[in-house]
């Protein structure tokens, strides 16, 4: 079992649509990140959540981490051909580790 | 340009034969870490390194060995690789393990045949 689980694993849908993914968890973290990667490319910050309840909003992107610190939601509204990538959601745990979820892959369709 | 360079991009090796990937970064960073990226299973960390002269095992580092001698590079050494170890790697870098953005390198899809 992953320490963060993440659903759905893939995505397809139209441009325009909105959609959300989930970053899981059973523990408590002090914080999470998001982070976006495009084929052939690194994973690149989108944000990262500190505080339970927080809501943290980047353009068409909503990001939001559960009051109890233990999961995350990405939702993304009108997406675009542009959102298409790899969403993976992070955190550091065990002392300087970091741990990343498997990842949703969203394809989104022109 | 801050950035992180990593070498080679691409690598097929054949099994036993040590290989060594490079990583550098520019900005001065004191962590920097090495991932392995395989379908369905994300980002893991193989090591990673608080500051020079200090590594540590991530969640894989069975196989793979690390230095940091300087505080700007980070290579990943594969002594004797097996075709388990076929997989996309990426370096990365930050000001310190906690809360702060992983500035990662473009990566390097190494095939071990």
């Known amino acids: 079992t992953q320490l963060l689980e993440q659903s759905p694993q893939f995505l397809s849908i139209q441009e325009g649509e909105n959609l959300t993914v989930y970053c899981n968890s059973s523990s408590v973290f002090s914080s999470l990140q998001w982070y976006r990667q495009e084929p052939g490319e690194g994973p690149v910050l989108l944000v990262t959540v500190v505080t339970g309840g927080e809501v943290k909003k980047l353009k068409r992107l909503t990001f939001q981490f559960g009051d109890a610190r233990k999961d995350s939601s990405l939702h993304i509204t009108a997406a675009q051909p542009g959102d298409t990538g790899l969403y993976l959601c992070?955190?550091?745990?065990?002392?300087?580790?970091?741990?990343f979820g498997g990842g949703t892959r969203l394809m989104v369709k022109p | 340009e801050a950035q992180v360079t990593q070498n080679p991009r691409y690598l097929i090796t054949v099994t036993g034969k040590k290989l060594t990937v490079t990583c550098s970064q520019n900005m001065n960073h004191e962590y920097m870490s090495w991932y392995r990226q395989d379908p369905g299973l994300g980002l893991r960390q193989i090591y990673y390194?608080?500051?020079?002269?200090?590594?540590d095992k991530g969640d894989v580092p069975e196989g793979y060995k690390v230095s940091r001698k300087e505080k700007r590079n980070f290579p990943l050494i594969l002594e004797s690789p097996s075709p388990n170890q076929t997989s996309l790697y990426f370096c990365?870098?930050?000001?310190?393990?906690?809360?702060?953005?992983?500035?990662f390198g473009p990566g390097t899809r190494l095939t071990v045949l």
């Open positions: 990365a870098s930050s000001w310190d393990a906690r809360n702060n953005e992983q500035f």
């Open positions: 992070a955190v550091h745990n065990a002392g300087n580790m970091l741990t």
């Open positions: 390194s608080m500051n020079v002269e200090v590594t």
